[in-house]
């Protein structure tokens, strides 16, 4: 795609022909889009961008944004209470433990729970839109937002972790038990198909949009712009 406007900079490897195995990172050329070529080191299929990669990171956000409904209204946590069962979403999980004076785990569980998967979701589809509309600027800005997105996936589990903690704590005395409830697949369901987004995309597409550069982009060339060009070119 992004080969037909010439850049000012160097050339990048899709121009030059050349593309980087995903596997052992030798350079191999390969010609055209959609040649079969395989690495002959390690025997992987080489591809400058990962194939279909906005259409498979597109369904997985929306499989997250569909699933995020019932995780957030139905009942995460069962607490049997001397015999009577109580349903409790994350909300009132994190209402309860505000109420409590335990804001520290209230703030934990509102962050891992709901502003982190709002987020991670926004920001993906964000992205998403912003190669579907070709828009060529905050280009960096965009790499650097998916990286957090990346990096922030491994946290996700945490208040599935609280819960587990909390029927650790509870599960004693007058509760006769506490377990987790509907909402809690539901919630697996999110995290994963939002890992699974942030994995699938090719971050070069947002470099491709800008043809490599982003406008009235300096040649500062400091090492992070020049990190940048090298994984965007190849
Ligand atoms: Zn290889």
Partial sequence: MGAEKKAKGPITGMEAGL??????????????????????????????????????????????????????FLPIMKVDYMGAAQYSTIMDGILYFFKEGSYGIGVVILVASVLVPVFKIVGIMMILLSIHFDIKSWLEHKTLMFRFIKFIGRWSMLDIFVIALLTGLVDFGFLSSIAAAPAAPFFCGVVISTMLAAEVFDTRLIWD??????????????????????????
């Fill in 19 to 72: 593309s980087v195995c995903h596997e052992c990172r030798k350079v191999v050329p390969v010609h055209g889009e959609n040649s079969q070529v395989r690495c002959p080191r390690c025997g992987s299929s080489m591809h400058f961008r990962k194939p279909e990669s906005v259409t498979k990171s597109w369904a997985l956000i929306i499989t997250s944004l569909i699933l995020l409904f019932p995780a957030n």
């Fill in 209 to 234: 949009a800008g043809g490599g550069k982003e406008d009235g982009e300096v040649d500062a060339g400091g090492s992070m712009d020049g990190q940048d060009d090298l994984d965007s070119g190849l």
